[in-house]
């Protein structure tokens, strides 16, 4: 029969020879594409887990080591706080008493000038608490967006993250036995009479709770 049709059987052989060829290639091209796969599976694996465990951003470290304050004066009072500042500078009981959270208001600046919200550093003292300061923040009941967490002379502290309505302004926060201390500044390293950015984070790095 192969004798007698050898054509038809040239062209069945050539005919299975493709086949064969054409399965071969499809499952060598399914094999690259499953290896791609895979590898590109392993990729985003790879970036999850370093998403997952990548280091927290580092926290601003606020130390009283690093500030020279030699010749600076020591302001203590009732409130359970205590604070230095400049011989220049000079100390207002500013408590209102406008809240019945509010127990103290205290402003420092330079005896220069009288009254001017970017020129001073004050500090506050609340009935509160950082959870109760967290809820104020999410029911938008205070200018700060949220709180940043910060080491302060080896204790935890939080900075405020202010709206951007508010210019260059910088706010603290302390937490003890029922009561929330603040500290705002807003430094100005040109005027002449203002208070600096490193004199404020020198006086802010001093500040300590006594009671």
């Given at each position: ?75 203590k009072n009732k409130y359970g706080f205590e604070i ?20 103290a208001e205290i402003e420092i600046k330079p005896k ?43 204790k935890k502290a939080y900075e405020g993250v202010i ?49």
């Amino acid at each position: 029969m192969l004798k007698k049709y050898p054509e038809i059987f040239i062209t069945i052989l050539i005919g299975l020879i493709i086949v064969m060829v054409v399965i071969f290639v499809y499952f060598e091209k399914l094999k690259k594409s499953n290896n791609i796969n895979q590898n590109n599976l392993a990729v985003l694996n790879t970036n999850a887990t370093s998403t997952i465990t990548q280091p927290e951003e580092a926290k601003e470290v606020i130390d009283e080591s690093k500030f020279d304050m030699s010749g600076w004066k020591t302001y203590k009072n009732k409130y359970g706080f205590e604070i230095k500042y400049l011989p220049g500078w000079i100390i207002f009981d500013s408590t209102p008493g406008v809240t019945p959270r509010l127990l103290a208001e205290i402003e420092i600046k330079p005896k220069e000038i009288s009254y001017d919200p970017e020129l001073l550093l004050q500090v506050s003292v609340k009935k509160g608490s950082i959870d109760s300061l967290r809820q104020d923040i999410k029911e938008r009941r205070t200018t700060i967006q949220k709180l940043i967490e910060i080491s302060f002379n080896n204790k935890k502290a939080y900075e405020g993250v202010i709206g951007p309505n508010i210019k260059d302004g910088k706010v603290y926060y302390f937490e003890n036995q029922g009561k929330l201390y603040t500290i705002n500044f807003w430094p100005d390293n040109n005027t002449r009479y203002g208070i600096t950015e490193e004199q404020a984070l020198a006086a802010l790095s001093s500040f300590k709770i006594t009671e």
